[in-house]
Structure formats: C-alpha cells, structure tokens
C-alpha cells in the first residue's frame, strides 16, 4: 500500500494531557493533521495543552475531559468529538495506567484493556465502509509488558497481551478488505513518562515494588518520549493493516508480526 499520510485526517487520541499522547497531538499536527481531540482525566493539563497546541497550529486541537475507565464517559466524549469535528479518521488508544496495588488494579485495568476495547469498537462502528464510513485507522498501545514474563506487574502484563491479542484478533482477514479499517498495534518499551514514576507503589507487593524500582534503570533502558512520537508516527506512515510494531531502547521502529505470529503458529499446531 502507498504511503498513509496524516494530512486532513481527524485524530482521538485517549491520555494526551501530557507524555507520549500529547507527543502524538502535536507531532501529527506538524504532519498536516486537520484536527485532534485530545482526551484525559486531566483537566486543567489538558485544556492548556490544546491551547498550546491551537496557539501554535491555528485552533485545531479541543480538550474533551474522559475517564477511559468508564464506559459513560467513553460514549459521551466520542459523541462529543463527533459534534465537534464530524468524522474522526484516527483513533489512538494512548491511555495507560501501571497499577497493580489492591485498591487501583481494577481501575487500572478497565483502563489499559476496557478502554481501548470501547473506543475500537465505537472507532469500528463509525469508520466502517461497508456501512456508509470512510474507513480509518485504529492505533492500539500495547507494550512490552505483553512480550515478556517477570513477577512485578502481572495485571498490568496482563492487560497489555490482551491489547495485543485484541489487536491482532479483530484485525484478521477480511477485516481490512470489508471495513477499510487499519488496525496498527505498538508495543512501547520503558519510556520516560509518569508511567516509569513511583515504581515501588506500583506491584501488588511491596516486596515487589522494590524489585520492579531496581529492575527499570539497571536492566532496562527508558527511551525518550521523542523516540516513542518518532515510532509511531513513522508506523502509522508504512504501516499495514493487521501489524505489530516494536519501540525500544530510542531505536527505530520495526515490525514484529513475523515473531507474533510464529509464536501464534505454535500455539495453534498443538491443538491438531
């Protein structure tokens, strides 16, 4: 397929108050985007980064406020982006939370896995062309979380595999063929957002909090937000629908759908 190009498309993207979603805002912006909703929990942050970016790019950014976790919040800041801008072409599901404590996991997780389901879906419902839509693309975030196995987070590795697997799921022949929909999913190594902040609080054992703490800095390497923007921008030019994307350690972006679905492959052959 030709080279996607952000120009004149309208962007959704979902934790974009700051960090690596607000990266992206300005970023696509730059790229000739023609409008971006920025969605967060934020408010006051929120609102002065699409000031920021209206005061640099000519009044083409709207705060819309938006708990990912709740799915009334969800239905009315899509319908509310919808009133505003009258069709979304871009939605990037950005909103994470790192949170497996007792009192925060479950929020954490209608967060990283609900969320994103929610607004693919009203993403999917809306950009279909086989349903009078104009297509679209959908960026799911996922992590290296989903890709590997250590004991400090597991709800959260948790919730990032589904993203993946979600992703890769819906994404599967004919799903482009019938809707038009690009489904791209990237998987973020440690990045020097809040996310990376507070690591001790962060595992459902103090014990393992502390591990967690020692393990980012020594055995993994926090690349720049700027690294992340560079990623997924570049992916969201070259790539197709349906594949999985890797960004780590401030190096280029790189497809890993041939690793993805080997594993996949594997799995399947055990079950002839």
């Known amino acids: 397929m030709a080279q996607w190009d952000a120009k004149d498309k309208t962007f959704l993207i979902t934790g974009a108050a700051s960090g690596m979603g607000a990266g992206f805002a300005e970023s696509f912006l730059r790229h000739g985007a023609k409008n971006v909703a920025i969605l967060d929990i934020a408010e006051e942050l929120g609102?002065?980064?699409a000031e920021r970016l209206n005061a640099a790019h000519g009044n083409k950014a709207v705060f819309i406020k938006c708990d990912v976790s709740k799915e009334e919040d969800i239905a009315r800041a899509f319908d509310a982006v919808?009133?505003?801008?009258?069709?979304?072409?871009?939605?990037?599901?950005?909103?994470?939370?790192?949170?497996?404590?007792?009192?925060?996991?479950?929020?954490?997780t209608d967060v990283n896995y609900q969320g994103v389901v929610s607004f693919t879906l009203k993403g999917v419902q809306h950009m279909r062309k086989d349903e009078g839509g104009a297509g679209g693309t959908i960026i799911n975030i996922s992590s290296i979380a989903a890709l590997t196995r250590t004991p400090f987070v597991p709800i959260y590795k948790g919730s990032k595999l589904a993203v993946l697997h979600f992703s890769q799921s819906l994404a599967m022949d004919p799903f482009y063929e019938d809707t038009g929909i690009r489904v791209l999913t990237i998987c973020f190594g440690a990045t020097d957002t809040a996310i990376v902040q507070n690591l001790e609080s962060r595992s459902y054992h103090p014990k393992l909090g502390k591990m967690l703490a020692a393990a980012v800095g020594t055995d993994y390497v926090c690349q720049k937000v700027e690294s992340a923007v560079t990623a997924?921008?570049?992916?969201?030019?070259?790539?197709?629908?349906?594949?999985?994307?890797?960004?780590?350690?401030?190096?280029p972006v790189r497809e890993i759908t041939p690793v993805i679905d080997s594993a996949f492959k594997d799995f399947e052959n055990l079950l002839k």
Not at 96 to 102: E, L
Not at 240 to 250: E, F, H, R, Y
């Open 232 to 251: 997924l921008v570049e992916m969201s030019k070259i790539g197709a629908p349906g594949t999985i994307w890797l960004s780590v350690d401030n190096k």
């Open 82 to 108: 919808l009133a505003h801008f009258k069709q979304i072409d871009v939605i990037i599901n950005n909103a994470g939370v790192m949170v497996d404590a007792p009192d925060m996991w479950r929020t954490a």
């Open 47 to 49: 609102a002065a980064t």
